[in-house]
């Protein structure tokens, strides 16, 4: 396999690296911690190492310097061989990654009895969280380390975990969507197809002129990975980094994105905007959209879709999809109220003064988009976003075994000591 023989390239020279800048900048500080931080859920705290991305506070998501309006036209393939080396791979690399996933992609047969068993009102995050982390049994990280393999040599049954996992997240998320929402039989995987055309034909949704799988390839580059602090990258390195293999890892990082504040919110954007449809009662005006919102505000309730811990403008992931959207169906009437309220919401959101980002984040527009193309079960939006985190929490986990990272354990500190700690410095 072209990646791993590029990886065995890489780790030497990335562990070389990481042992010069300790030897020589080890002592150096790199940031303050306030007690408002310590409050605030660690904002601004620079404690983490990722290189796969970055979001800049005025750029949002760059993927290993390209910002990713420029990667909108990529494959999702090549989007995990950039994160994961730093190099989009060349078509030869291409093709061999995806005859790999091929290789990798069938499921075993017990994930589908899971899925059978549990209620049929189940969320299909739970669905997709406990199908991988049934799929623990496979993990040849685990085998390995049982084995006694060394540390330092853990990082190429990561990768095996990783990709194994990638080539068979599709097929289950799209057996969730078949089977949850009474879609009919399975539909088995098609090799001759790339990742997101194979994804889309699994999940059933009429496609004549193959626009959804443009779509769905945009969506999946998009929602690939969003640097190491968000919730479901962060909790996912930190149980991998008490050396538990991917299932445990990416299942205990996707149980985070299932939250409205992170991934759910995609969901929630498109029932909230369904609601205010059907609350309304025909198509709304401006005005009907505004004193909609601020009901919703003085009700102290959030609007879905908008702010962000990290960003300060609107996220570049929200344009590409409005783009998309704007250039294929403008006329569609859910998008049309995505667009009024990228009109609305930032002024009110202003007006209020507590948000610190009143822009759109991309849970804003991915909805109307999906729900365009017939996938109207906002249930499954978050299953959707899960397939593609995948590839950036995975890429990350690799990384982290390629370097060795030791176990996450920052400290905690008492509410009786950040107190005494603040008498001492107000003495000084
Ligand atoms: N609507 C109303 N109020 C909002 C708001 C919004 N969209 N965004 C922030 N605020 C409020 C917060 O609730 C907070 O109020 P309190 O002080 O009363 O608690 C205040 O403004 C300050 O919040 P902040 O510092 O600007 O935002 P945080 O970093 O704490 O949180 C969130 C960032 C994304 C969670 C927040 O903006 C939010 O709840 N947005 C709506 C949900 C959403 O769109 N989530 C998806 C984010 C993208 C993502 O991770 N996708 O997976």
Same mark, same amino acid.
């Given at each position: 396999?072209?990646?791993?023989?590029?990886?065995?390239?890489?780790?030497?020279?990335?562990?070389?690296?990481?042992?010069?800048?300790?030897?020589?900048?080890?002592?150096?500080?790199?940031? #303050?911690?306030?007690? #408002?931080? =310590?409050?605030?859920?660690?904002?601004?705290?620079?404690?983490?190492?990722?290189?796969?991305?970055?979001?800049?506070? @005025?750029?949002?998501?760059?993927?290993?310097?390209?910002?990713?309006?420029?990667?909108?036209?990529?494959?999702?393939?090549?989007?995990?061989?950039?994160?994961?080396?730093?190099?989009?791979?060349?078509?030869?690399?291409?093709? @061999?990654?995806?005859?790999?996933?091929?290789?990798?992609? #069938?499921?075993?047969?017990?994930?589908?009895?899971?899925?059978? /068993?549990?209620?049929?009102?189940?969320?299909?995050?739970?669905?997709?969280?406990?199908?991988?982390?049934?799929?623990?049994? #496979?993990?040849?990280?685990?085998?390995?380390?049982?084995?006694?393999?060394?540390?330092?040599?853990? !990082?190429?049954?990561?990768?095996?975990?990783?990709?194994?996992?990638?080539?068979?997240?599709?097929? =289950?998320?799209?057996?969730?969507?078949?089977?949850?929402?009474?879609?009919?039989?399975?539909?088995?995987?098609?090799?001759?197809?790339?990742?997101?055309?194979?994804?889309?034909?699994?999940?059933?949704?009429?496609?004549?002129?193959? /626009?959804?799988?443009?779509?769905?390839?945009?969506?999946?580059?998009?929602?690939?990975?969003?640097?190491?602090?968000?919730?479901?990258?962060?909790? !996912?390195?930190?149980?991998?980094?008490?050396?538990?293999?991917?299932?445990?890892?990416?299942?205990?990082?996707?149980?985070?994105?299932?939250?409205?504040?992170?991934?759910?919110?995609?969901?929630? !954007?498109?029932?909230?905007?369904?609601?205010?449809?059907?609350? =309304?009662?025909?198509?709304?005006?401006?005005?009907?959209?505004?004193?909609? !919102?601020?009901?919703?505000?003085?009700?102290?309730?959030?609007?879905?879709?908008?702010?962000?811990?990290?960003?300060?403008?609107? @996220?570049?992931?929200?344009?590409?999809?409005?783009?998309?959207?704007?250039?294929?169906?403008?006329?569609?009437?859910?998008?049309?109220?995505?667009?009024?309220?990228?009109?609305?919401?930032?002024?009110?959101?202003?007006?209020?003064?507590?948000?610190?980002?009143?822009?759109?984040?991309?849970?804003?527009?991915?909805?109307?988009?999906?729900?365009?193309?017939?996938?109207?079960?906002?249930?499954?939006?978050?299953?959707?976003?899960?397939?593609?985190?995948?590839?950036?929490?995975?890429?990350?986990?690799?990384? /982290?075994?390629?370097?060795?990272?030791?176990?996450?354990?920052?400290?905690?500190?008492?509410?009786?000591?950040?107190?005494?700690?603040?008498?001492?410095?107000?003495?000084?």
């Amino acid at each position: 396999m072209l990646l791993l023989e590029k990886m065995r390239k890489m780790v030497p020279q990335l562990r070389k690296e990481a042992k010069e800048i300790l030897t020589k900048y080890g002592d150096t500080v790199a940031g #303050e911690i306030t007690v #408002e931080q =310590i409050y605030g859920g660690m904002r601004g705290v620079n404690a983490l190492l990722c290189d796969t991305s970055e979001v800049g506070l @005025d750029t949002g998501l760059v993927i290993r310097g390209i910002p990713i309006l420029e990667l909108t036209n990529k494959y999702p393939e090549e989007i995990f061989h950039l994160l994961l080396t730093g190099e989009l791979p060349t078509k030869e690399e291409l093709e @061999d990654l995806q005859n790999e996933l091929h290789r990798r992609a #069938e499921v075993p047969f017990y994930v589908w009895h899971v899925i059978n /068993s549990l209620p049929t009102d189940t969320h299909p995050m739970v669905l997709l969280s406990t199908a991988v982390l049934v799929m623990e049994n #496979e993990s040849l990280f685990r085998r390995r380390y049982e084995e006694g393999l060394p540390k330092d040599e853990l !990082c190429e049954p990561m990768l095996e975990d990783s990709l194994n996992l990638i080539a068979r997240i599709p097929a =289950i998320a799209a057996y969730i969507y078949r089977k949850k929402f009474n879609k009919g039989p399975r539909i088995k995987e098609d090799t001759t197809l790339d990742w997101t055309a194979n994804f889309t034909k699994m999940l059933g949704i009429n496609d004549p002129d193959g /626009s959804f799988t443009q779509l769905m390839r945009l969506y999946m580059v998009l929602h690939s990975d969003h640097e190491g602090g968000n919730v479901s990258t962060f909790a !996912c390195q930190t149980i991998s980094s008490s050396l538990s293999d991917v299932y445990f890892a990416v299942g205990g990082g996707l149980n985070g994105l299932a939250g409205p504040l992170h991934g759910l919110a995609n969901q929630e !954007c498109l029932r909230f905007i369904i609601k205010l449809r059907e609350d =309304i009662g025909h198509q709304p005006t401006d005005a009907e959209i505004k004193n909609y !919102c601020i009901n919703l505000l003085d009700n102290k309730q959030v609007i879905s879709g908008y702010g962000h811990a990290v960003l300060r403008v609107t @996220d570049p992931r929200f344009t590409a999809l409005l783009n998309f959207g704007n250039k294929f169906f403008p006329h569609d009437p859910i998008l049309q109220i995505v667009n009024q309220l990228y009109k609305i919401v930032p002024d009110l959101l202003i007006e209020r003064g507590k948000a610190k980002n009143p822009w759109p984040n991309v849970d804003a527009a991915s909805g109307a988009l999906l729900h365009h193309f017939g996938l109207t079960e906002y249930e499954f939006y978050t299953v959707l976003f899960a397939v593609s985190r995948v590839l950036g929490l995975t890429a990350q986990l690799t990384l /982290s075994r390629a370097l060795m990272l030791p176990l996450i354990r920052p400290k905690s500190v008492t509410t009786e000591w950040i107190k005494k700690k603040a008498e001492e410095s107000e003495k000084k």
